[in-house]
């Protein structure tokens, strides 16, 4: 019974930050309303891939060896950084370039569902303040002594929530409606997501300058 309590707080907890808006949504949207519901949904198995790495992590103690090692966590938040800033370049570089779309709701120059769960999933790790904060909920809320049984939940729970949450937005925004308003306003659209993953790689570069200096 302790056992299903502590699941359900962990799943509570990290169910609030899955939701918040940051580059994993404006990731998966993109691919959604911009390729096809089957790469958006690819993207979101890749998000849910990344959140179970970071469980993964979690449990193996990954928290303590940043905190023991900070020129390790620095590194991979500019990495991270780097990252996100590319994905944002790439997006506001190809803001004007058409969209064609064929009688199925895809693009006709639809890339593959391996490439956005690539994407999903590289999108997902490259931000190390999520292993953080996954380590951070797992101490909170977890027994000392954690069984294999918790463990192995736990880690399924977490794939579970990342992927079905960004599944779910990946089909509400693949319908028509926002397929045809993102089509209406392509380069406003690309664009303003470009600067969003800009703004969120070079703030985590930032965060990582400001550790360093501290």
């Not at 500019?78 to 996100?84: C, P």
């Not at 690539?118 to 101490?139: C, D, E, I, M, R």
């Not at 509400?172 to 969120?200: E, H, Q």
Request: net charge positive.
């Amino acid at each position: 019974m302790q056992e299903l309590l502590s699941l359900g707080a962990v799943l509570g907890a990290l169910a609030v930050g899955v939701i918040s808006p940051g580059p994993s949504f404006v990731m998966v949207a993109k691919e959604a309303v911009s390729v096809s519901r089957a790469n958006g949904v690819a993207a979101a198995l890749g998000m849910g891939l990344g959140g179970t790495v970071f469980a993964l992590a979690a449990l193996g103690g990954l928290q303590a060896v940043l905190l023991a090692v900070p020129v390790l966590y620095s590194t991979l938040k500019v990495l991270g950084g780097l990252y996100l800033c590319y994905l944002g370049f790439r997006i506001y570089a190809g803001a004007k370039q058409p969209l064609s779309t064929t009688d199925d709701g895809g693009s006709n120059a639809a890339r593959s569902v391996s490439t956005s769960l690539w994407f999903g999933l590289t999108t997902q790790l490259s931000n190390p303040k999520t292993a953080v904060v996954y380590a951070s909920v797992f101490a909170a809320f977890l027994p000392n002594h954690l069984s294999v049984h918790l463990a192995l939940a736990l880690v399924a729970v977490v794939f579970v929530l990342e992927t079905s949450w960004y599944a779910i937005v990946a089909t509400v925004l693949s319908t028509a409606a926002p397929r045809r308003a993102y089509v209406g306003c392509k380069t406003f659209i690309d664009r303003a997501a470009g600067i969003v993953l800009l703004g969120m790689g070079l703030k985590l570069i930032a965060s990582a300058h400001r550790a360093s200096a501290a």
